[in-house]
RNA sequence: CGGGGCGUAGCGCAGUUCGGUCAGCGCACCGCGUUUGGGACGCGGGGGUCGGCGGUUCAAAUCCGCCCGCCCCGACCA
């Protein structure tokens, strides 16, 4: 429960966002280091996410299943990359029944093993592919340092796994499946994101190209919120997951994965948040409309409440997720500041006097004070609530490209480059190569976040050496 | 894993320097009453092995040792 004010994002940014998870009750600290409870107001955002993102899964023809977390140790040793990138975080089961292991079991970090071992058994023919399996559940890595939603030794997700009979289709795939990220990321949470290819460093373990959406968080840092990659046949090769082509050939498939996590709604907290709290875009707020009915003496509440439960009635008749905070023991006054902080997108009052006139009062929460105030009839309410909610979902986006924008610079020179990723991004031109790259993060402790897919016809040259660039790149610090 | 900080009621803290009414405060919680259009108030209550274990002492939240946990800052990462 509220009960005092955050510390401003512009006082102590990692404070005023630990503070806001907690006090909004999106989820707490477990008792087992760097893990969370996911509490039901942050749960049920999160089962918004998943079900803007199932649903888009589903209609690109994707089924989902569910694989065990218990991964035998071995399967950790097929792929040379895959090995080395996860085994340091890897938690190992080492007893079972009171008895050791003759074999250790890892919890997955993440599950192109078991899953790749799986397909071999069930991939034979070109008639077999595509497969396009999604699973939703958690995953394990011994993280050294976490934060709630951002980074958290176990986390929830979604990971698909696909294979395909050629390398152009498994291409195809893996950006399909990042269009599909950004578009939930911009349409559902409001949240602008840049796709493009991580750089050879930046590469999940084991994959050959791995894509990207990045967001940038109200602190002008990075956050990669999405990620699909391509294996061409490592994975194929490590778990012979073959398949005979129709000219009768015995092929390795073509595998991608992709993924997104609850950090999501870390990257919603710190796109959209300010000193008040969260503000949740509409389309996933687990509440979009909360109704605080005011009243003196039991005489106006007689007269009030009806009316509550009346557009209550309407607005949860139209599809619209409202809550009437009856709380009987607390002021409308406290009402206010706890749904402002839990980020519910637009508040009603009605009282006496709305009661009298026959409307209600409506507060904005992306619009603060007297601005996101109006009053309106009580007449056809779920249609201007609706039409309101559709208002704030595009007014986050938009303002939340404005500062983005306005927070990515193109730099002329190198100097300029280690000026500008102090307080924002830079956008510049990048030979590819590790030393430059590392040259920066040295210099700067700002890394290449993602080479985006959308770059200018020309040529350039490298912001760092000088040499031939035919990219552009983002730099930025990055959660 | 290095550096720093912290652990006393559900939360936030004081008390620890210098052992002895130090088991306390604010908020929250429970009861009653008055309140309620931007974080209400009065009165009355309940609640704590002082992170754990061991040691010193007549006496330990306080001194000593070991351990555990959490947060922050760095190196590595969805």
Redesign the pocket.
Known sequence: ??????TPQSENF??WY?QLVLKSELAD?A?????MVVRPYGWTLWENMQAGLDRRFKETGHVNAAFPTLIPMSFFEKEKDHVE?FS??LAVVTHGGGNELEEKLAFRPTSETIIGYMYSKWIQSWRDLPVLINQWGSVL?W???????????E?Y?QEGHTAHATSDEAMEETYKMLDVYADFAINDCAIPVIKGRKSE??R??GAQM?T?IEAMMGDTKAL????SHYFGQNFAKAFDIDFLNKENELEHCYTTSW?????MIGALIMVHGDD?GLIIPPKIAPFQVVIVP????DEE?EK?MPIVDKVFAELKEAGIRVKVDDR???????K???W??RGVPL?M????????KGS??L?RRDL??RD??S?VSQDGLPAVVTEMLETIQASLLEKATAFRDANIHEPKDYDELKEVVKKGWALSWWCESAECEAKV?EDT?ATTRVIPLDQPEDEGKCIVCGEKAEKKVYFAK??
């Open positions: 429960m509220a009960d005092d004010k955050l990692s404070e630990n600290y008792p087992v280091r760097g893990c990138g340091p975080e890595r993280e050294l340092r976490t934060r709630l939603f951002l980074r958290t030794a986390f997700w460093t930046e999940f373990a791995t990207g990669q919120s999405g990620t993924g997104l996590s609850t950090r008040q005011i009243f003196r003496k509440r009030v009987d023991q607390v002021s409308p006054g406290f206010f500041n706890d402002e902080m508040r009052d009605i009282g006496p006097k709305d009661v009298e209600v009062a507060a603060p004070g996101g105030k009053f993060k402790k990055a959660y």
